[in-house]
């Protein structure tokens, strides 16, 4: 999990919560790893303190270094744990969660990524279920328009970090790059038809979607193409994208809340 100065006190504390509160399997224990990137805030500062004896590890940085190399720096500092969760500190982990992903990626080995649906919860109090690709083969092929597991359900198989190494340092849309490499060697994702985490959308999600970042995600998906195919009609679908993310926001908001997100 990563902190950063902007994060909100009691969402931070209610993710923390729902992590440290997960049942394991027989045989299994966890290890909480916090990557703090740049200053906190004194409230910030105050839920950190209350459960920093239940961390395992923590990375901070004095100044902001972006979501990936916090990240990585968390990969490098990991021991002898078989498996890598993601969470990100404004979600909610169901109870469950962990076990689930774990029984499931013990029935398939050959599966290195699991992701789950995610239930998205808006500040004006909608739920919606949003699910991802349906199988191994389904992400592969899709990858070009949609990221194939939402970042902060997936769980990771060490195989994946010794092999990858870890996210790409990019400002913005780490998770898709990441993703790109993964395919590219030769890893399988799928996902849990279920709802495992409730994804949290504010007040300022449509704020923070900003020109800048419509072009560094497109610049994630055209590099991922290229990298897995070459010259094709594929790059058709981020060139939608960022049409889609430079056009009014009533349009945006119409397609996100649509049957084309599938």
Not at 116 to 145: L, Q
Not at 156 to 172: I, K, N
Request: overall charge neutral.
């Amino acid at each position: 999990m990563a902190l950063y100065g902007r994060d909100r006190p009691d969402l931070f504390e209610r993710a923390l919560i729902s992590v440290l509160e997960q049942a394991l399997p027989e045989g299994f224990g966890m290890h909480v790893y916090l990557g703090i990137d740049g200053p906190l805030s004194a409230e910030l500062e105050a839920v950190f303190e209350r459960y920093s004896p239940q961390l395992h590890c923590v990375s901070r940085s004095q100044i902001n270094v972006g979501l990936a190399e916090t990240l990585n720096r968390l990969i490098a500092a990991r021991e002898d744990e078989a498996f890598f969760f993601r969470m990100d500190a404004d979600d909610i982990s169901l109870p469950g969660r962990f076990a689930a992903q774990l029984a499931y990626l013990a029935v398939k080995p050959e599966i290195d990524i699991l992701g789950t649906a995610i239930r998205e919860c808006w500040a004006s109090g909608e739920r919606h279920v949003v699910r991802f690709a349906k199988n191994p083969e389904e992400a592969r092929r899709r990858i070009d328009r949609r990221v194939p597991v939402a970042h902060p359900t997936v769980c990771l198989r060490r195989r994946v970090l010794d092999t990858v190494g870890g996210y790409p340092e990019r400002r913005g849309n780490e998770d898709i790059a990441m993703w790109f490499k993964c395919v590219k060697a030769g890893f399988k994702f799928d996902n849990l038809p279920d709802a495992w985490l409730d994804f949290t959308i504010t007040e300022n999600f449509w704020k923070r979607r900003s020109i800048e970042k419509a072009f560094i995600e497109f610049r994630s998906y055209v590099e991922g193409i290229w990298q897995l195919d070459g010259l094709t009609w594929r790059y058709a679908f981020p060139i939608a994208r960022l049409l889609l993310r430079l056009s009014p926001e009533w349009l945006s908001r119409s397609v996100y809340a649509s049957r084309l997100r599938a």
